[in-house]
């Protein structure tokens, strides 16, 4: 990244200014150091959360706790002509070097939901209302919605609802890597709608559970 050096240029005296090779010299040896303090200055930028990609983001996940590197490689997430749900624009184009049986490194878009999960489970405060808050401004401007039902056996069973569900996404909540609950207590399992729709439920009607003829049938994951 290149620095300005004219501020320094402008420090040099009336009995010099005209001297074109003094001011070369001058600019050869403070262009150097204006470009490290220009990098420098940039660095913040780079690494904030918003703005990171590739490696950058890396170091961002290594300071929050949370890998791009899934341990199971997950499936359902290549693109395809003939599946339901990985077609244009929502499966992902398979990279060399990744197996073919499945993803092992996520994408900087779901590597940054990621860290996102592990950064507000970080400041939760372990309260289901806490926990629909945390959800809602992780999730909701990417137009998923999780329910969370309370089992009363120390266990508990998450609920998601979206209009449009990325696969990449999907596995990862399946899979639990975005799980958001206290300790001790055990994940049940993972509910979706049967359709892209909110989920089926009497004497209740809001965005993700609705009642006949709009709401969905769960089925668990």
């Not at 010099?16 to 090779?21: F, I, L, N, P």
């Not at 341990?71 to 499966?91: C, I, K, M, N, R």
């Amino acid at each position: 990244m290149a620095g300005d050096a004219v501020p320094y240029l402008n420090l040099i005296t009336t009995e010099h200014a005209d001297k074109y090779k003094f001011a070369g010299t001058v600019l050869a040896s403070v262009q150097p150091f204006v470009d490290i303090t220009a990098t420098l200055n940039s660095m913040t930028g780079l690494y904030d959360l918003d703005n990171a990609v590739g490696e950058q983001l890396d170091v961002v996940g290594q300071w929050v706790g949370v890998t791009r590197y899934v341990s199971t490689p997950l499936t359902g997430v290549y693109f395809s002509l003939d599946t339901a749900g990985l077609g244009l624009d929502q499966g992902l184009i398979w990279s060399s070097g990744e197996p073919l049986t499945g993803l092992t490194a996520l994408p900087d878009d779901i590597y940054k939901l990621l860290i996102r999960a592990k950064i507000v489970a970080n400041h939760w405060d372990g309260s289901i209302p806490n926990a629909y808050e945390i959800w809602n401004t992780l999730l909701a401007p990417q137009g998923y919605q999780i329910i969370i039902q309370d089992n009363g056996d120390m266990t508990m069973t998450l609920g998601l609802v979206s209009e449009i569900v990325n696969p990449t996404f999907f596995q990862l909540f399946i899979g639990g890597y975005l799980d958001l609950k206290p300790s001790g207590v055990q994940i049940a399992g993972y509910i979706t709608p049967s359709v892209q729709a909110p989920f089926f439920g009497l004497d209740v009607e809001n965005s993700a559970i609705s009642g006949l003829d709009v709401g969905a049938f769960a089925i668990f994951n």
